[in-house]
């Protein structure tokens, strides 16, 4: 089944307050899933990552096995595809997690720009809203 993924993370202060958000889609444009999370404070990048993660496990729970995946940090998705290495620990640990989850799936990543589509507009909003509360007991939101 081939579905959609737009996903983005956001960092006020970089490293700062950060949240994450997703968007799956099918291929008739029915929302699927899509969450938010705070992520307390965290880089930018950290954000883009955990974003990706969220939106894997809901593709992967969808049973997606052709994913097209949307995200306007092109370092995200130049680190996904092999053109940049990964020289952060921790991002490299979020990469091996999110490739583990994506194993099965046809993954193809496009970098656009930031708002590019009514989509990446929802999870850019849905990421910044996310970063600016607080998250009781580190709990993740789940609903943007």
Same mark, same amino acid.
Request: net charge neutral; hydrophobic share 40%.
């Given at each position: /089944?081939?579905?959609?993924?737009?996903?983005?993370?956001?960092? @006020?202060?970089?490293?700062?307050?950060?949240? !994450?958000?997703?968007?799956?889609?099918?291929?008739?444009?029915?929302?699927?899933?899509?969450?938010?999370?705070?992520?307390?404070?965290?880089?930018?990048?950290?954000?883009?990552?955990?974003?990706? %993660?969220?939106?894997?496990?809901?593709?992967?729970? !969808?049973?997606?096995?052709?994913?097209?995946?949307?995200?306007?940090?092109? %370092? %995200?998705?130049?680190?996904?595809?092999? +053109?940049?290495? @990964?020289?952060?620990?921790? %991002?490299?640990? /979020?990469?091996?997690? +999110?490739?583990?989850?994506?194993?099965? /799936?046809? @993954?193809?990543?496009?970098?656009?720009?930031?708002?590019?589509?009514?989509? /990446?507009?929802?999870?850019?909003?849905? !990421?910044?809203?996310?970063?600016?509360?607080?998250?009781?007991?580190?709990?993740?939101?789940?609903?943007?």
């Amino acid at each position: /089944m081939k579905l959609f993924l737009y996903t983005d993370g956001s960092s @006020i202060g970089n490293p700062g307050a950060a949240g !994450a958000a997703f968007l799956l889609r099918d291929e008739s444009g029915t929302t699927l899933a899509q969450g938010c999370e705070s992520l307390g404070v965290a880089t930018n990048n950290q954000a883009e990552y955990h974003a990706l %993660l969220r939106g894997l496990e809901a593709a992967r729970a !969808a049973g997606a096995t052709v994913l097209e995946w949307f995200a306007d940090s092109e %370092l %995200l998705v130049k680190q996904w595809t092999g +053109a940049y290495q @990964i020289k952060d620990p921790l %991002l490299r640990q /979020m990469w091996q997690r +999110a490739r583990l989850l994506a194993q099965g /799936m046809q @993954i193809v990543a496009h970098a656009v720009p930031r708002n590019s589509s009514p989509e /990446m507009q929802a999870v850019d909003r849905w !990421a910044r809203e996310a970063a600016l509360r607080p998250s009781p007991s580190g709990a993740p939101s789940s609903n943007p």
